[in-house]
């Protein structure tokens, strides 16, 4: 199972990015996907889960209304796209699923600060 996350980067306050998570190993389309994110002294925190299918999704309340994870089961492939960006969104996000009888995989995380 392999998860490689990009999209991270440097952005101003209220710009946005898109968070990508390649997936292989395992087979995508019958698995939840969730993104978290770790912010430097915190502990990891949940930031929204999708459905095998696509067709359920929830979010942390701190992202509700600005973030909106997505995913195409044809490229194994789970997105987060962010928008209206603040400082404390600034941490390391990692993708996660669960495979092979429950155990769970995460990816090595992708950067994002949040800084003008």
């Known amino acids: 199972v392999q998860l490689v996350e990009s999209g991270g980067g440097l952005v101003q306050p209220g710009g946005s990015l898109r968070l990508s998570c390649a997936a292989s190993g395992f087979t995508f389309s019958s698995s939840d996907m969730k993104w978290y994110r770790q912010a430097p002294g915190k502990e990891r925190e949940l930031v929204a889960t999708i459905s095998n299918t696509g067709g359920s999704t929830n979010y942390a309340d701190s992202v509700k209304g600005r973030f909106t994870i997505s995913r195409d089961n044809a490229k194994n492939t789970v997105y987060l796209q962010m928008n209206s960006l603040n400082s404390d969104d600034t941490a390391v996000y990692y993708c996660?699923?669960?495979?092979?009888?429950?155990?769970?995989?995460w990816g090595q995380g992708t950067q994002v600060t949040v800084s003008s």
């Open positions: 996660r699923t669960l495979a092979n009888r429950g155990r769970a995989y």
